[in-house]
């Protein structure tokens, strides 16, 4: 008898899942979507721009950087920037200067000269005053003072130039030397212009100095008065942070728009502080 050879039954065979998994696909949109993202080609370029910085200044003070645009070193820690100009500068394109962007360093805001002595009114300074707000920067008004001139007489000559107005930066009185006075006359006459200033305008004028300059003849006689310093090429401003609003570091920079060499300033705060100084 034959024995009979047990059939194996065959087991319904699994079919391959054809295609991606659901997991993979959204991954793959995922990347997709963060390549194609302009803000990762942003983030892309930022280093790369950074390491090619860096590869080109090896040994260079992270804090206080050469901005190439600019063409100086710029103190990295602040945030709000700005120039001063005068005649010297000539006609100036001010939608330029306030295009320019490097890093995000741009300027905010600008001191204008407006006047000197008690005769001598800036030949370009409607044209600033007028020309810069429109580009969107603020601005401030300074007087270039002549100890050996009546201080009133001086304030005087000063505000009927300018039209101060809400949102613009106090004024400023720009001191330099004793022309030949003692510090005491000296002082006296710049006494009778602050005080003139403020009386007019309901705001403390800021006062401008070389740091030297400041440290013998007015630091210790305008504690209450907001100061704008001159030093240029340091990476830091040697004084205590509440002695000071505006820093002159550097005489030398070049800005869209302008033609000549540009004084660089920077604020002693953020926009926020920067706000608040303005003419309310």
Do not use: C
């Not at 090896?58 to 945030?79: A, F, G, H, L, V």
């Not at 212009?193 to 630091?219: C, D, M, N, W």
């Amino acid at each position: 008898m034959t024995k009979k050879i047990p059939i194996k039954k065959r087991r319904p065979s699994r079919k391959k899942s054809k295609g991606l998994s659901l997991q993979l696909k959204f991954a793959i949109v995922a990347i997709l979507l963060v390549i194609t993202s302009p803000f990762y080609y942003g983030y892309v370029l930022k280093i790369a721009s950074a390491t090619w910085f860096w590869i080109r200044h090896p040994s260079e003070d992270k804090n206080y950087r050469t901005y190439e645009s600019y063409q100086i070193k710029i103190p990295k820690k602040y945030s709000v920037h700005g120039i001063d100009v005068s005649y010297y500068q000539g006609k100036i394109d001010w939608q330029k200067v306030k295009a320019m962007d490097e890093d995000g360093v741009n300027i905010t805001f600008a001191f204008i000269k407006a006047t000197e002595g008690v005769l001598t009114v800036d030949p370009y300074f409607q044209r600033n005053w007028r020309e810069a707000p429109k580009a969107g920067i603020k601005v401030g008004a300074y007087h270039f003072f002549r100890p050996k001139k009546s201080g009133r007489w001086q304030a005087n000559f000063f505000l009927q130039t300018l039209s101060v107005e809400k949102g613009d930066l106090p004024p400023v009185v720009d001191i330099e030397s004793l022309d030949g006075v003692s510090p005491e006359k000296m002082r006296a006459e710049l006494n009778a212009f602050v005080i003139a200033v403020e009386e007019r305008t309901k705001v403390k004028p800021i006062i401008y100095s070389g740091l030297q300059f400041y440290q013998e003849h007015l630091a210790t006689y305008y504690k209450d008065y907001p100061f704008w310093i001159a030093h240029y090429y340091q990476p830091k401003l040697k004084l205590q942070s509440n002695q000071w609003k505006f820093w002159q570091h550097s005489d030398k920079a070049r800005i869209n728009g302008i033609n000549h060499a540009v004084d660089f300033n920077a604020f002693n705060g953020d926009s926020l502080l920067f706000n608040q100084l303005l003419i309310p």
